[in-house]
């Protein structure tokens, strides 16, 4: 799906992503968390709305209540739905089609799943009112086949590998100039999201994440953290702030936790981060699990005490991070930072002995396919 942004949000717009899984042999489709990505999408276009309000001044004589009320929110919910229907009943029909599909099916019980995108937009018409909603879709699958085995058992395995996160993160040392000259940028500041609307899911961060991507994602790297400067300096410039004042917040497409000694499970607080799908899913089970639950900041100094570092996105739900990379003070000569290793997962020959627990995000990953195994939609 492609994406526009004009200066401030205008011609943004409201997103979600859906993970959509189709089990071949029940022939049915698996969505989680229809209806908190639904809520959130109004919430998103909700926030847009008002926003917008204040830059065009259109609607100055109403109330933010009455201007909520004036979207129809009904109509592009119905819209919604039919959409939805129309690109699982067509990828279901794909995948029916699929010999290889077919030919793996016959290995057991076996899902494809498939990333399904809803996006709302503004729809302006010839006098300049935004008040109606266009509403589109879009459905994306790699169309492989993943084995399911013992699901919600303690047999269950994770099928997704440990990664390496980059903190997107300017040291002070960074020659400016030659970022600034490599990525077109005269100024040399990193996009964030905690300053801006961080509670919405807004088509205009796909934009504005790009100069992340462009400077700090390589092959070997899974998501770039966000990061934010404690002590009231926000300007994210390089000449502005060390590590000891970092905080870090998210992924680019991900929310992020970390196990602190003593069964401390910690993420940080929605009122800096977008609050998932599968963060939510988290913070409902750690407490089965036998974990303390924290929300609150995350200093990039508490590194010594993190025993273990997942990322959680809605289409993946747990990825566990087996390194995270510093960017250095130099450029090389395909104009990336040069990345050292800050922080590394302990290997299991290295574990404490006295310490007989599985790794959190695999507990973790266990329970929440356990408690969400039943939730089961069959497309119309």
């Known amino acids: 799906m492609e994406y526009c942004e004009k200066q401030n949000g205008m011609n943004s717009g409201a997103y979600t992503v859906i993970r959509c899984d189709f089990h071949l042999d029940e022939k049915c489709w698996r969505i989680w968390g229809k209806e908190f ?32 009320q004036k979207l129809p929110v009904r109509s592009a919910l ?32 076996a899902i494809v799943i498939m990333m399904l995108t809803l996006l709302w937009e503004p729809n302006h018409n010839l006098t300049g009112d935004s008040s109606k909603i266009r509403v589109r879709g879009h459905a994306f699958s790699t ?47 990193l996009p964030n999201r905690y300053q801006n609307f961080p509670h919405a899911k807004l088509s205009c961060w796909c934009r504005r994440r790009r100069l992340l991507e462009e400077i700090f994602k390589r092959d ?35 929310n992020i ?22 963060r939510q899913l988290i913070l409902d089970c750690a407490v089965k699990c036998g974990y303390q639950v924290e929300v609150k900041s995350i200093p990039l100094k508490d590194s010594l005490s993190w025993k273990d570092v997942f990322l959680t996105s809605s289409i993946r739900l747990i990825v566990p991070v087996r390194a995270i990379l510093l960017p250095s003070s130099s450029v090389d000569g395909n104009k990336h930072i040069q990345l050292k290793t800050f922080w590394e997962m302990m290997p299991d020959d290295k574990t404490n002995i006295h310490d007989n627990d599985a790794p ?10 356990k408690q969400n195994n039943d939730n089961y939609i069959h497309s119309s």
């Open 360 to 369: 959190a995000h695999d507990t973790l990953y266990k329970q929440v396919m």
């Open 78 to 109: 119905d819209s919604n739905t039919k959409i939805m229907n129309l690109l699982l009943d067509e990828a279901e029909k794909t995948i029916d089609r699929n010999k290889i599909i077919l030919e793996e099916k016959e290995k057991g019980a």
């Open 257 to 278: 936790f970390f196990v602190y000694p003593g069964r401390i499970i910690r993420t940080p607080p929605s009122s800096d981060v977008l609050g998932g799908y599968a």
């Open 143 to 189: 169309l492989k086949v993943s084995q399911v085995h013992d699901v919600g058992t303690t047999n269950t395995t994770n099928p997704n590998q440990p990664v390496q996160a980059v903190i997107g993160f300017l040291p002070s040392t960074t020659n400016s100039h030659i970022i600034a000259k490599n990525y077109n940028s005269s100024v040399v500041a």
């Open 37 to 68: 990505h639904l809520k959130r999408l109004q919430e998103s276009f909700r926030c847009l709305s008002l926003h917008q309000r204040e830059l065009t001044q259109q609607y100055q004589g109403i109330t933010d209540d009455e201007l909520v």
């Open 220 to 254: 070997d790297v899974g998501d770039v953290i966000l990061t934010k400067c404690s002590g009231g300096d926000n300007s994210q410039t390089s000449s502005s702030i060390s590590t000891e004042s970092v905080e870090l917040l998210e992924g680019l497409t991900s």
